[in-house]
T-cell receptor, first 112, second 108 residues
Framework: ETGVTQTPRHLVMGMTNKKSLKCEQH?????MYWYKQSAKKPLELMFV???????ENNSVPSRFSPECPNSSHLFLHLHTLQPEDSALYLC???????????FGDGTRLSIL | EDQVTQSPEALRLQEGESSSLNCSYT??????LFWYRQDPGKGPEFLFT???AGEEKEKERLKATLTKKESFLHITAPKPEDSATYLC?????????FGAGTTVTVRA
């Protein structure tokens, strides 16, 4: 596989469920990112991991919990989400110090 | 705080009708300006990075230019397959700040 792969592509969950989003990059990058994309709004940066350490938590509610076990994998653990959390969640990767980020195709999340 | 404004919000073109998209930005120290293309149901696809005023990059029918306050994405003789949302982003460190995008529709 090449590029950035996200699973699942679609997820429907109730407000009391717990689920996880997965991201894997095959580009040899050492920085990974989670973004939220809502309709008609700019991409919102949620979390940044650089060299496997979290360097940014952009005022994200604690119901979102990231995990980066190594430079190729990134998870977003979800629990007790709200309807306004329905959105497209995008993962990206890059080389630290080189700005161009490469994105996966996202997970479309719907909260019932 | 970095700010990125894209205009117009939407652009409808006839096939072959050239046009330009605008990205104006405010950033403390520009380390790069990035253009992406996003198709429905897909993630953003990287197109160009521009680093300094006066720089230009080209790819097929697309040409990106950069000044100290804005960037333009010129689409020359577009085809229906150029229909997409085009996103602009700026970086002053490891983070990207995105604009809301311009949705381009090219009719045959």
């Amino acid at each position: 596989e090449t590029g950035v792969t996200q699973t699942p592509r679609h997820l429907v969950m109730g407000m009391t469920n717990k689920k996880s989003l997965k991201c894997e990059q095959h580009l040899g990058h050492n920085a990974m990112y989670w973004y939220k994309q809502s309709a008609k709004k700019p991409l919102e940066l949620m979390f940044v991991y650089s060299l496997e350490e979290r360097v940014e938590n952009n005022s994200v509610p604690s119901r979102f919990s990231p995990e980066c076990p190594n430079s190729s994998h990134l998870f977003l653990h979800l629990h007790t989400l709200q309807p306004e959390d329905s959105a497209l969640y995008l993962c990206a990767s890059s080389q630290v110090g080189y700005g161009a980020q490469h994105f996966g195709d996202g997970t479309r999340l719907s909260i019932l | 705080e970095d700010q990125v404004t894209q205009s117009p919000e939407a652009l409808r073109l006839q096939e072959g009708e050239s046009s330009s998209l605008n990205c104006s930005y405010t950033v403390s120290g520009l380390r790069g300006l990035f253009w992406y293309r996003q198709d429905p149901g897909k993630g953003p696809e990287f197109l160009f990075t521009l680093y300094s005023a006066g720089e230009e990059k080209e790819k097929e029918r697309l040409k990106a230019t950069l000044t100290k306050k804005e960037s333009f994405l010129h689409i020359t003789a577009p085809k229906p397959e150029d229909s997409a949302t085009y996103l602009c982003a700026v970086s002053d460190d490891y983070k990207l700040s995105f604009g809301a995008g311009t949705t381009v529709t090219v009719r045959a």
